[in-house]
């Protein structure tokens, strides 16, 4: 069955440094590949697609890949602020209907000043 | 922007009792709607897809009986939890694919339900 793993549960890193976390999945060649935030008692918040075709891509402060052959997504955040704190999931389509996803359990990132 | 919303954001009852949940898409249409559940630290699991005007797809291991799912307008699902148990207490969450053009799916706030 489909297995999507998240690097840790928790990261801490100083503000103003870059942030990396990982998602890597098993059994499955996803078309697409999603990250979200999400805070505490909220719903996801989308934040980048990338779709399997494509190797990077970039929003802002954000930054993500997509290796197909080692089943893996890197998403970045650079310059990292105390406000990016949050619980950031990765999330796979699931083929058929657009929009049918497979989360990761997430990975909860602190800035600290 | 497109936006998701729901009601109730948090509801407490008693067990054996139905709750009904809302989830409505405010300036678009969506003929397909997402229910997840996510219990605290886990993941959100995918539910079932709601479809407006016939039934509703429900995933491996989720009791159709007991999570009804209605799609009654292009703007309105609902979905009603019968004879609730404790461990049917989480976080409901629906989403909505991405309207068209577009890549951004959009989540609802969620609606926390504890059940007594």
């Known amino acids: 069955s489909q297995k999507i793993e998240q690097n840790s549960e928790a990261l801490n890193i100083q503000e103003g440094k870059t942030a990396t976390l990982t998602c890597n999945y098993t059994?499955?060649?996803?078309?697409?590949l999603q990250w979200y935030r999400q805070d505490p008692g909220r719903g996801p918040v989308f934040l980048l697609l990338?779709?399997?075709?494509?190797k990077e891509k970039r929003k802002e402060r954000l930054k993500v890949t997509f290796d197909t052959t080692l089943k893996q997504s890197l998403f970045h955040i650079t310059a990292s602020q105390p406000a990016d704190s949050a619980t950031y999931l990765c999330?796979?389509?699931?083929?058929?209907?657009?929009?049918?996803?497979?989360f990761g359990r997430g990975t909860q990132l602190t800035v600290w000043p | 922007g497109a936006v998701v919303s729901q009601h109730p954001s948090w509801v407490i009852c008693k067990s054996g009792t139905s709750v009904k949940i809302e989830c409505r898409s405010l300036?678009?249409?969506?003929?397909?709607m997402f229910w997840y559940r996510q219990f605290p630290k886990q993941s959100l699991m995918l539910m079932a897809t709601?479809?407006?005007?016939?039934?509703?797809?429900?995933e491996q291991g989720v009791e159709k009986d007991k999570f009804l799912i209605n799609h009654a307008s292009l703007t309105l699902s609902t979905l009603t939890v019968t004879s609730a148990h404790p461990e049917d207490s989480s976080f409901y969450i629906c989403?909505?694919?991405?309207?068209?053009?577009?890549?951004?799916?959009?989540f609802g706030p969620g609606t926390r339900l504890t059940v007594l």
């Open positions: 709601s479809n407006e005007g016939s039934k509703a797809t429900y």
């Open positions: 989403s909505a694919p991405p309207p068209v053009n577009t890549d951004t799916q959009y």
């Open positions: 999330a796979l389509d699931r083929g058929s209907t657009l929009g049918r996803l497979y």
């Open positions: 059994n499955y060649s996803p078309a697409y």
């Open positions: 300036d678009f249409q969506a003929t397909t």
């Open positions: 990338i779709r399997e075709n494509e």
